[in-house]
């Protein structure tokens, strides 16, 4: 039983490119969520999504951020025209459907650099 | 709205001493609360979590964590370490729902776990 698989591990951008990261939840699990670690701090909160349908975005940067988990395929962050300071960690987590379910399990995280 | 304060930082430690990892937290509903370990360059896994019943939870490799409504803390505990404990680790809260899916989780700054020889 595969976990949650994010790629790339690690992604190089310059400045003014653009930066999609790529999250495959785990089986059976329908329900994702990102957040950024910056340098020296925990991880805030981004964006939640379900299927199709974006949950809760409030954590979402209101310009250049976007993220959508499609019926098909992976969710996907995309961060259009980089700064230096999008440089972090950025972790995907997934939780399953049907049932109240407390544990998000996490996966490996991207870490993107913006030079 | 919820927050969690992790107070230390850096927590250095001997091998085979106890340590103690202080969370407190501020909500104004119920929350589930959770410990998470971040080994380097690597994503969390979860260490132990508190959602009802007995206030003393068990977690993996050792660890256990108390949970404190009067003094809103879950404080983790180990009551001797390994170098291989050597970690970053996270509190987070996340508020009780009941529909199915999860809320976000709401984390501390982390604490750094060093074990010394």
């Known amino acids: 039983n595969a976990g949650v698989m994010q790629n790339p591990r690690h992604l190089v951008r310059r400045r003014g490119q653009e930066a999609r990261l790529r999250c495959s939840p785990m089986k059976g699990h329908s329900h994702v969520y990102w957040y950024r670690q910056l340098p020296e701090e925990g991880l805030k909160f981004m964006v939640y999504?379900?299927?199709?349908?974006?949950?809760?975005e409030s954590g979402m940067p209101k310009e250049r951020f976007s993220a959508e988990f499609p019926k098909e395929g992976p969710s996907i962050l995309r961060i259009q025209q980089v700064v230096r300071g999008d440089s972090a960690a950025y972790f995907c987590?997934?939780?399953?459907?049907?049932?109240?379910?407390?544990?998000?399990?996490f996966g490996p995280g991207t870490r993107l650099l913006v030079l | 709205a919820q927050s969690v304060t992790q107070l230390d930082s850096q927590v250095p430690v001997f091998e085979e001493a106890p340590v103690e990892l202080r969370c407190n937290y501020s909500?104004?509903?119920?929350?589930?609360l959770f410990w998470y370990v971040q080994y380097p360059n690597q994503g969390l896994q979860l260490l132990l979590k508190y959602l009802s019943g007995s206030t003393l939870v068990k977690g993996i490799n050792g660890f256990e964590a108390e949970f404190n409504k009067s003094q809103t803390s879950f404080h983790l505990r180990k009551p001797s370490v390994h170098i291989s404990d050597t970690a970053e680790y996270f509190c987070a809260v996340s508020e009780v729902i009941t529909q199915g899916g999860s809320e976000k989780l709401v984390f501390g700054k982390g604490t750094k776990l060093t074990v010394n020889p």
């Open positions: 909500s104004s509903v119920s929350v589930y």
């Open positions: 987590a997934s939780s399953p459907p049907s049932v109240p379910e407390e544990t998000q399990y």
């Open positions: 999504l379900q299927k199709e349908n974006i949950i809760d």
